[in-house]
C-alpha cells in the first residue's frame, strides 16, 4: 500500500555534478581502465562504466521507487529502483553507495551485496547506458526526504504489485529496473527475506 502523497518531502538539494563529475571506466571484470564525465559515459552507444543499483524495502516488504526527475538526459519520468548512480573517480563502491542513498533520498541504512551485471539500454540516437553494475538491497523505514533534483516522485509498493505493474506496463519503467527487478524476483527471494522483512 502507498504512503500517503502528503508525506512525500522533496527537498531542493541541488544536482551533484551532472556531466562534469568523473566516472570510472571498467572492462568486463570490473578492472579500472580508465575515467570519463558523467556526459561523456553516456554518449552515443555509452563507455563501460561502474554503476550501482539499491532496493530498499520497508518493514512490510514494500519496495521504495522512484520516478526519476524531468530534468534527467537519460529516462526522464520513468519508474526506477530506489537508487542508482555511479561511484566517482577514486570513490569505493560502499563509500558511493551510502553517499548516494543520503544524495537522492535523504535516508540511511546497511546495504547488502546482491549480483553484479552489465547491460547496455539505447535511450535514444545520442545517449545510453553501458554500465556494470552492482545491486544493493537494504530495510529502512526512516522518513525519505528526496531531493527534487534527482526525483519526481517516489511511493512504496509491495512486490506482487510491482510484478503487475511492470507486466502492464513495462514502458514505464527503466530498462535496468526490469532487468534487476527479474533477477531478484527469480534468484534472491531468501536474501530479501534475511533483511527481516515481516
Not at 522533496?10 to 572492462?27: C, F, H, N, T
Not at 526527475?69 to 530506489?82: F, V
Not at 516522485?153 to 505493474?165: F, S
Request: proline share 4%; charged share 25%; aromatic share 10%.
Amino acid at each position: 500500500m502507498d504512503q500517503d502523497p502528503a508525506a512525500h518531502t522533496v527537498l531542493p538539494i541541488g544536482d551533484s555534478l551532472a556531466g562534469a563529475e568523473s566516472l570510472i571506466l571498467v572492462d568486463e571484470a570490473d578492472r579500472e581502465v580508465g575515467h570519463a564525465s558523467r556526459a561523456r559515459c553516456h554518449e552515443g552507444r555509452g563507455l563501460l562504466h561502474r554503476a550501482f543499483s539499491l532496493f530498499v524495502f520497508n518493514d512490510r516488504g514494500e519496495l521504495l521507487i522512484q520516478q526519476r526527475a524531468g530534468g534527467k538526459r537519460l529516462w526522464p519520468l520513468y519508474w526506477s529502483n530506489s537508487c542508482c548512480s555511479h561511484p566517482r573517480r577514486a570513490e569505493s563502491m560502499d563509500v558511493a553507495i551510502h553517499r548516494r542513498l543520503q544524495e537522492e533520498l535523504g535516508i540511511a541504512c546497511p546495504l547488502h551485496f546482491l549480483f553484479k551485471f552489465k547491460y547496455q539500454a539505447q535511450f535514444d540516437g545520442a545517449g545510453a547506458e553501458h554500465e556494470l553494475c552492482s545491486v544493493f538491497i537494504g530495510r529502512s523505514n526512516e522518513t525519505v526526504r528526496a531531493n527534487q533534483a534527482e526525483v519526481a516522485a517516489w511511493r512504496w509498493i509491495a512486490p506482487e504489485g510491482l510484478d503487475a505493474e511492470m507486466h502492464e506496463r513495462s514502458g514505464r519503467f527503466t530498462p535496468w529496473f526490469v532487468q534487476e527487478w527479474a533477477r531478484i524476483r527469480r534468484d534472491h527471494q531468501p536474501a530479501v527475506r534475511a533483511l527481516g522483512i515481516d
